[in-house]
């Protein structure tokens, strides 16, 4: 006989727990719905039971039909849905607009998690009303039905909502309440903040620009497709305001400080000539807007099929992801790993091309317009070899670093 058998029908008997489940419905905040076995020992039981957090002494309940709930559980409120746009009324990032990423579910608390774009000008016409609940403990669900809540489900409930291309999708089983103080996606800022701080708004998506504020206080318009302002080397931009306003470059090096990058100027400015000596100048990301996206031909190596031999990723293979130009004696390299999911970076000198097992540099030589990633160790070598070249590896010669074993 089983010891524990006696104990278990004990817990699980009406007299001494009377709750088969509790559950809360996403469209309400405030009631907690509840399918116990009806008699005065359900509430002695919530009143003594210490999991059950209350905020008054005495617990008001309501009887309800089960085919209520049935219609509760499938009802589904059409506002401030996934990917709708809001503007935040109160609080410190009053006015800005944000796009609805995601919606509680789980808890009482209605929040939604917003990807707020700061500075964007907002017409009062594009403004919707929206009237703030007044729900409570105790309401009732014929109440309930009659108002326009906000329902909160993820993305993942609804897969008919449209997803714009190209956006980050916060993923269903992410919880918000986990959500860090500050956190930034595609340059924007997310944040979670209750339904009562947004109103619903109206976006033009057919208008191609915006207004945004640099760091240095000039207001420029720039398209939304460099709204999320990703930035990767060789990129040519135009600079629109600023210092260097009307040059035309393309990108050398990216700053980890104060959003600057470095480009190479090929004009003084608009309708001057080509200039002879390559100048390279240092601003900011919003005084500038991508021209020509990420030219493959200018970075060297994109694509390749690597191994590391030394440091931490010793033995590991990976795919080259982007180069970028040269900083003291070495070329630091982005790389992913299949096998372990990581991005990392890493030095040009500590990788060897899979297939020829030689370095890079000997088996891809730089062409070119792939001139600025030169090392000063690499003029001999490129100067031997023909651009736009490739070696052809014998299968037991072996150049640079030690075989790999294992």
Known sequence: MNPLAPEMSNITSPSVNPVKCAFTISNISGSIYIEAFAGPSLNQFLQDNVFVLKNTVCIMMEVIDCSEIVELL?????SMEPHSWVQITKGMYAGDAALVLKRE???????????????WKLSKAGVKKHTVRKGGPGISLSEVLQLCLLGLASYGDNPNVPVPPNFPVTLPHEDIQ??????????L??????YSLVSLVDVNMANDICQVQSAYKHDIWVSYTNLRKIFKNSNSIWVIAGQSSGREGFIVRIEDRDDMIVIEMRKKAVGEAMISKPLKLLVQVNECYVSILWDTAAVPWLDRHITVFKGWHA?????ML???????NHTELEIYSPSSHQISHIRHNWVIDTASRRFLVETFPLTFTQQHYQQPDWAPLNQAL?????VNPSPFAWHGPPPLHG
């Open 322 to 328: 982007d180069v970028h130009p040269p900083s003291s």
């Open 189 to 194: 800022l997310v944040h979670a903040l209750d």
């Open 178 to 187: 986990d959500m860090p103080n500050r956190e930034y996606q595609q340059g």
């Open 105 to 119: 579910t789980s808890t009482a608390t209605c929040r939604l998690l917003l990807l707020s774009v700061p500075r």
């Open 315 to 319: 033995g590991q293979t990976s795919i």
């Open 74 to 78: 499938h009802m589904w409120s059409t």
């Open 386 to 390: 023909t651009h736009n070249s490739l």
